[in-house]
């Protein structure tokens, strides 16, 4: 007990101090004079990629690329999350409730940073389904929250599936490896493909998303064992 309030305590002096330091030293400033000419040069320089991408336009490109941005989107996780809890999988529906909420803080928290602006359109051809698309397309660029949220949690989930079956099968697992790969690479390229991101946005969603599911998967067992320990799991 006493190592679980050193953490809260560690922990909430942590974010205390980065707030004090980072508001008196006005770190986001100089992070985005130092990164958002940078990040809007290869924005720029990569709309001739997205032209020659969104050249082969097909409606059913449309529709796929569409209904894979609605399936990895926030709303569709408010529905799917509850889901989790109802089927018995208590633990996974937790931790990725958790790797959901310090996903999209993350990836907001770095578009507020650089504030970097997606492509411009015209030229580039912007497909928008839905209200929330819509909403998206008003916001910062980089990263791509879409790619970000889904190489971490497509990713925790086949980490957890495999240990829940506790399969040593390698083809399984090649299997659950390449579909997650192909999920990731589809909506990455789906993104590029209805005129909301830039390849410089996808690179850093695949790049910040490895990062914190790599986090995660080292502290996922202590966190969850924090949540439903003692006074928390009552």
Known sequence: MESISLWQGLALCG?????VISSSLN????LRTLVQPWVSHHVITGTPMILQ???YQHGFLDALFSGLSCVVSVPFYTAFLPLLFWSGHGKL???MTLLMSLCDYSGNCIKDVVSAPRPRCPPVRRIIATKDEQENALEYGLPSSHTLNTVCLSGY???YVLSYTQSEDASLK???FAVACLIVCLTGLGR???GMHSVIDIIAGLAVGFVIL????SVHNHVDSFIVSGQNGM
Do not use: E, P
């Open 53 to 55: 991408i969104q050249k």
């Open 15 to 19: 974010i205390v101090s980065w707030i």
């Open 214 to 217: 790599a986090f995660w998967l």
């Open 27 to 30: 770190v986001t400033r100089k």
């Open 192 to 194: 590029i493909y209805l």
């Open 174 to 176: 090649f299997a659950g």
């Open 157 to 159: 989930l086949l980490h």
């Open 93 to 95: 529906a937790r931790q």
